[in-house]
């Protein structure tokens, strides 16, 4: 990543509501320091030993504390204990959309993540019903937060050369979630059983997935006025919650 990019990735870390930032990824340092630089608190995370090294040893560096660890397995709960935080990084493609929906629901979550991920990550973390990309992603993610895309960023600021576009999004924690439901945990079962079968009606998805009776889940499509043979990616983060509300016993 240049210099440019991260610093346009720090200033969007910057919040009023918390200095400190985790960092994921740090690579070659890049981003940690002008994370620095815009007078932020930083921990650096990084699985490699052998970067993870040069890092510590960068003068410009000192005041971030370095850590090696693997991002997926790393208890960002217990290393911030309640603490506002922002979440920052290039997040690879392998782990990227599997992290950001673990932040979504840790104890502790970010009050703004802000992450450089392949243009398709960021298409479905904002993308809106009946479009390809949106999915129980796109509804995690505007349950708990309210997502944007900052921009665009091609190839050719990165080194090596990826032979994708990459895109940055922010994810703004709501003060509450986006829309109230009766039960929360099935509401959450509800969304991701929802997508496991995408070519599947909504009602045959939910039976299949969690196992409830179609005939059941199209008696609450019809009570929440929706059509019984819907698709999932037809619904809006609303009807989901009407939905849901409908099947809790």
């Not at 981003?31 to 970067?51: F, K, M, Q, W, Y």
């Given at each position: 990543m240049d210099g440019g990019a991260a610093k346009r990735i720090a200033l969007a870390c910057v919040s009023e509501?918390?200095?400190?930032?985790?960092?994921?990824?740090?690579?070659?340092?890049?981003?940690?320091?002008?994370?620095?630089?815009?007078?932020?608190?930083?921990?650096?995370?990084?699985?490699?030993?052998?970067?993870?090294?040069?890092?510590?040893?960068?003068?410009?560096?000192?005041?971030?504390?370095?850590?090696?660890?693997?991002?997926?397995?790393?208890?960002?709960?217990?290393?911030?204990?309640?603490?506002?935080?922002v979440a920052a990084g290039n997040l690879p493609y392998n782990i990227a959309t599997g992290l950001i929906a673990g932040w979504l629901e840790i104890r502790n979550p970010p009050v703004r993540i802000v992450a450089m991920v392949q243009r398709d990550v960021a298409d479905r973390l904002t993308a809106k019903p009946s479009t390809p990309q949106f999915g129980s992603l796109s509804l995690l993610a505007q349950y708990w937060t309210k997502p944007t895309r900052a921009f665009t960023l091609g190839p050719g600021v990165f080194y090596p050369k990826p032979g994708v576009d990459s895109a940055v999004v922010i994810l703004e924690r709501l003060r509450e979630p986006a829309v109230t439901v009766r039960d929360r945990a099935l509401f959450l079962q509800v969304v991701r059983a929802a997508f496991a079968y995408r070519r599947k009606t909504l009602a045959n998805s939910l039976s299949l997935a969690l196992g409830i009776d179609r005939a059941r889940t199209q008696s609450a499509l019809t009570r929440s006025n929706i059509d019984t043979e819907i698709r999932a990616e037809q619904l809006d983060l609303g009807s989901f919650a009407a939905l849901a509300d409908e099947l809790v016993p």
């Open positions: 509501n918390a200095s400190r930032v985790i960092e994921i990824g740090a690579g070659t340092g890049a981003l940690t320091r002008a994370l620095l630089e815009c007078g932020a608190s930083v921990t650096a995370i990084e699985i490699d030993p052998n970067l993870v090294g040069i890092l510590r040893e960068r003068e410009d560096l000192a005041d971030a504390t370095i850590v090696q660890a693997d991002a997926m397995r790393f208890d960002f709960d217990l290393e911030t204990r309640g603490e506002p935080w």
